[in-house]
């Protein structure tokens, strides 16, 4: 168990989160019909909303919107149907509700309109490295900047942890050239993307405190991912009880915020093992009298 660093989280639209005192839920709201585990059910502006504001009242910080399936082998859509989808989405919630937006994508221009019209956070699964302009628009509009770790079309290097530093060090270098202030950046270790094997993700969990070392709160995102129903056997759905364990892991390895589908059942696993921190903050405070 590592100890924490409280921090806050600076965001757009002069909002902040407090990241470090407890561990953070970001609800996955997927504006598409082909997900890998939820392709569909919220495929209209109606449906997602109902589906965020759910997601808040279990207890969701942030509620992350994509319009582009990132599943492996996904169907590519243009940057106009991907603002489409998600737009609405965003600005019914921006009206709706207080709580934290974040936009799931890749694509500058989709961040731009995204943050236009409500959104707080900017969450780049490819690390700026797709589109780098992605990251001129967290500068200019003070988003917060989610940065996420891929192996997608790239050689990557034997170990897990040295090919986060490489990968992940040129990403902040893309943001602090753009103007990103340091406040605003998390880091996503990338649980998934092209990470080879069953046992590659695994160390990564057992090695996340390496990570920490770049100096930026983690935000994970392991929910009912592949390398779950390998270990346990079942269909991505069925998944939760999988995902909770690893949120429960990663929080004692110092995660700071979980991406999740299931709130409920996460929010049962960060009280836990925000519980037994607390906890042995406490021994440690008396062992030192």
Known sequence: MVSENVTNWHLAHGRKLLL?????????????????????????????????????????????????????????????????????????????????????????????????????????????????????????????????????????????VADQFAFLERSLEIAVAAGVARQAITLDPGFGFAKETTEENFELMARLEEVSALGYPLLVGTSRKRFLGTVTGREPADRDAATAATTALLRLKGASVFRVHNVAINRDALLVADAMMAAGRKAARECVK
């Open 20 to 160: 470090g005192e407890k561990g953070r839920l970001m609800a996955i709201v997927n504006v598409t019909p082909d997900s890998f585990s939820d392709g569909g059910r919220h495929f209209s502006v109606e449906r997602a909303v109902e589906h965020a504001l759910s997601c808040i009242a279990e207890g969701a910080d942030i509620l992350d919107i994509g319009g582009e399936s990132t599943r492996p082998g996904g169907d590519p859509v243009s940057a106009a149907e991907e603002q489409d989808r998600v737009a609405p989405v965003i600005e019914r919630l921006a009206k709706e509700t207080d709580a934290l937006l974040s936009i799931d994508t890749y694509r500058a221009e989709t961040a731009r309109v995204a943050v236009a019209a409500g959104a707080h956070i900017v969450n780049d699964v490819f690390g700026l490295q797709r589109e780098p302009d992605i990251a001129e628009v967290a500068a200019k509009t003070g988003a917060g900047l989610c940065i996420m770790h891929t192996g997608r079309d790239r050689q990557k290097l034997a170990d897990v």
